[in-house]
């Protein structure tokens, strides 16, 4: 089982620290589906006619947004930064990372030893109690170490299901030619963006007590002579007796460990639409993107057991070699336009290039299925995505409904899960001191399953300005905070 690490308390700031550091690399990365920018972080996927600029991935979009410039301007552009922060709902989890450190971690505590001897027991942060190796009460030793691994076992599961921290941040430059080239329309797209994040892989504690009490009976039979013994008491929990001076030790060993990731990338597209005209009010764009895609990959894997400060993890994956691939990409789109409809579909990253990670030693790790599981996440595949959408609007495009949908689920690079479905609408001002106003409501069908509404402004025909929270609430700190939040800014301009 996998979970996202969430961040708490102070620990905020090394957090926003660490994404910052990575966000400010020679490049940086926004996976497909889960990071938009300008007016699409309102109104979604969706190639919209209240807009100067669709931006919205559609390659067939470039000649709609074409047909809407004014004829004697040479270029239409535009600069779009966004930045997306989102959380999972368990407080102070840097905390709960150090007492899992603390019980898988081997701190050299041992019992007492003599006569009838005994003494407080430990194995890393796992407390045996009081073990009179003369006369030990074994349904007790069972009991508390039980506990102690249903409780540790618990903590694990909370991390797997329920504690992620997302931060992603992008910066958009997309640039249409007004001029015919071969009866279509040229278009180019500039993206910086990057994308942090933290997970585990968590080993699960099956304590078995009947193994527990087999193993313990055979433990203080031992005789004065017989060898120092070490029994697996089961759910990687051990106890180790030398009945020759009553010395008793414990050991907890389990592989859960936390894998820091960060993805950084620059791309490059050079877009075509192709208008196909039936009459005066209907019009099928078609359109194809090809870019060249620099991504940057980089992961740090620390068992839980061997982690001294959870806060440092941080600085493991700031300090990471990041490995570089180039890859050449293609998108597709189709775009129809009607006086009061518009429909449209996209394929993006349609030959599914991948990457790759750092390589990372697995030789430490005892438990097969997460060294398997570690060695298989080298190499990240982008995948396919198929996007549909479609606008209604009045026929002076005032007044707009929109909706868009991702058809599939896919993992960006730091293995979270995005498919999302969106619904906005829209009202267009021509005032230059009224703004148009945009609200939408966007939910991830997979992964975190969180909702975010959105809400966008254009502010004198040129800045647009778009914010979103969700509607979820998590606690850090005592505060109760949305679980995701986003905001945007740009502008667009013709000359």
Not at 83 to 88: H, K, S, V
Not at 196 to 211: K, L, N, Q, Y
Request: hydrophobic share 40%.
């Amino acid at each position: 089982m996998t979970g996202h690490i969430q961040i708490g308390r102070t620990r905020l700031a090394a957090a926003v620290a660490f994404t910052l550091s990575s966000l400010c690399a020679p490049s940086s990365f926004a996976a497909n589906g889960f990071m938009q920018s300008g007016p699409t972080s309102t109104i979604g996927n969706v190639s919209s006619g209240q807009t100067a600029l669709s931006n919205s991935g559609n390659p067939a979009a470039i000649g709609f947004d074409r047909q809407r410039m004014n004829q004697d301007d040479a270029v239409l552009g535009g600069l779009y930064l966004g930045g997306e922060l989102e959380y999972g709902n368990i407080q102070e989890l840097f905390d709960v990372y150090d007492e899992l450190a603390n019980a898988f971690g081997d701190d050299g505590s041992s019992g007492g030893s003599g006569g009838s001897g005994g003494g407080n027991t430990s194995g890393g942060g796992l407390d045996f109690g009081d073990i009179d190796i003369n006369d030990p009460d074994i349904a007790a030793i069972i009991e508390r170490v039980n506990n102690q691994a249903t409780h540790i076992g618990a903590l694990l599961a909370l991390v797997a299901t329920e504690g992620y921290a997302n931060a992603n941040a992008a910066v958009d430059l997309p640039l249409i030619v007004n001029a015919d080239i071969f009866g279509g329309t040229l278009g180019f797209n500039f993206s910086y963006s990057g994308s942090a994040s933290a997970v585990g892989f968590m080993e699960d504690i099956d304590f078995e007590a009947d193994t527990a009490r087999t193993e313990l009976e055979a433990a203080f039979n031992l005789q004065p002579g017989d060898p120092i013994t070490t029994y697996d008491l089961s759910g990687g929990i051990s106890l180790t007796i030398d009945p020759n001076t009553n010395r008793v030790s414990g050991t907890f060993d389990n592989d859960s460990l936390l894998a820091t990731r960060a993805a950084q990338a620059t791309q490059l597209g050079v877009s075509y639409s192709y208008p196909l005209v039936f009459d005066d009010s209907s019009t099928l764009y078609l359109g194809a993107t090809a870019k060249v895609v620099r991504m940057g990959l980089a992961r740090v894997a620390t068992r839980i057991g061997d982690i001294t400060n959870s806060e440092d993890l941080f600085n493991d994956i700031r300090d990471a070699k990041f490995v570089n691939t180039s890859r050449f990409g293609l998108d597709f789109g189709a775009l129809w336009v009607a006086k009061n409809i518009s429909l449209g579909t996209s394929i993006t990253d349609a030959f599914e290039p991948s990457y790759e990670f750092n390589a990372i030693d697995t030789s430490n790790y005892s438990n097969q299925n997460l060294r398997a599981l570690i060695d298989d996440l080298q190499t990240y595949q982008q995948e396919r995505q198929v996007t549909v959408e479609g606008s209604l609007y009045t026929e002076d495009r005032t007044w707009a409904l929109s909706t868009s949908y991702e058809t599939t689920a896919i993992k960006d690079p730091l293995g979270a899960e995005h498919q999302w479905f969106s619904v906005s609408g829209g009202w267009s001002s021509n005032s230059f001191w009224i703004p148009s106003v945009r609200v939408g409501y966007h939910v991830n069908q997979v992964g975190s399953e969180i909702n975010m509404y959105k809400l966008g402004f254009t502010l004198f025909h040129y800045v647009d300005l778009d914010l979103g929270m969700s509607s979820e609430k998590v606690e850090i700190d005592g505060t109760s905070l949305p679980q995701g939040a986003s905001a945007n800014l740009g502008f667009h301009y013709a000359f």
